[in-house]
């Protein structure tokens, strides 16, 4: 079964700063998902990737999927409180089944 | 705006009791989907459904069952509740192509089984 390896598990950042999350998969990444939590919320949806080498952005966020499809990272560029949360990656499998997770990346901002 | 909705944000429960988790989604998604996320441990599936009237176990389905009588509703059943069973819960939809935004999740619910 797919395994999802996220890093760092906490990071703490001073507001302004940019940072960098990794999602590490055991196996080839066919579809590449990163989601925000609030915490004690539900999870919402950031970014999909789906191609060797793609890159997508939204506002401050980036997310990129390696050639080899089996790393994503997500960079936050001049970081805000707003951006505080837990970062998910979640992996597709074949057919309607449900989405592998990492365990998370806990952000904090500090004022 | 599309929505995944889950009727309950907190309930508490006691062990024993029957507990219906009630999902509904108005993106007309084909597969829907029953999570559990706990410490440690991140999100898990515990069941799945990709039409009316079908289900499939997920990684953790023991303890849970599920009913989809309409495409827009998935239930998930507590038969009987017990205390490991408290977790938040989490429902999502889906696409059959996930296409687009892919996975759409609701709010949560946060059951306590005391």
């Known amino acids: 079964s797919q395994e999802l390896e996220q890093s760092p598990q906490s990071l703490i950042v001073q507001e302004g700063k940019n940072l960098t999350i990794n999602c590490t998969s055991s196996?080839?990444?066919?579809?590449l998902y990163w989601y925000k939590q609030k915490y004690g919320e539900g999870l919402i949806f950031l970014m999909m990737?789906?191609?060797?080498?793609e890159e997508k952005s939204h506002e401050k966020i980036t997310a990129k999927l390696d050639e080899k499809k089996q790393q994503s990272s997500l960079h936050i560029t001049a970081s805000q409180p707003s951006h505080a949360g837990i970062y998910l990656c979640g992996a597709a499998g074949g057919g309607a089944d449900g989405l592998t997770f990492g365990k998370g990346t806990h952000l904090i901002i500090q004022p | 705006d599309v929505k995944v909705t889950q009727s309950s944000r907190y309930l508490v429960k006691r062990t024993g009791e029957k507990v219906f988790l009630e999902c509904v989604q108005d993106?007309?998604?084909?597969?829907m989907f029953w999570y559990r996320q706990d410490p440690g441990l991140g999100l898990r599936l515990i069941y799945f459904?990709?039409?009316?009237?079908?289900?499939e176990k997920g990684d953790i389905p023991e303890g849970y069952s599920v009913s989809r009588e309409k495409k827009e509703r998935f239930s998930l059943i507590l038969e009987s509740a017990s205390t490991n069973q408290t977790s938040m819960y989490l429902c999502a939809s889906s696409p059959r192509d996930r296409g687009g935004l892919g996975y759409t999740f609701g709010s949560g619910t946060r059951l306590t089984v005391v």
């Open positions: 990737l789906q191609k060797g080498g």
């Open positions: 459904s990709y039409d009316v009237k079908m289900k």
């Open positions: 993106m007309d998604h084909e597969n």
């Open positions: 196996k080839t990444l066919y579809g």
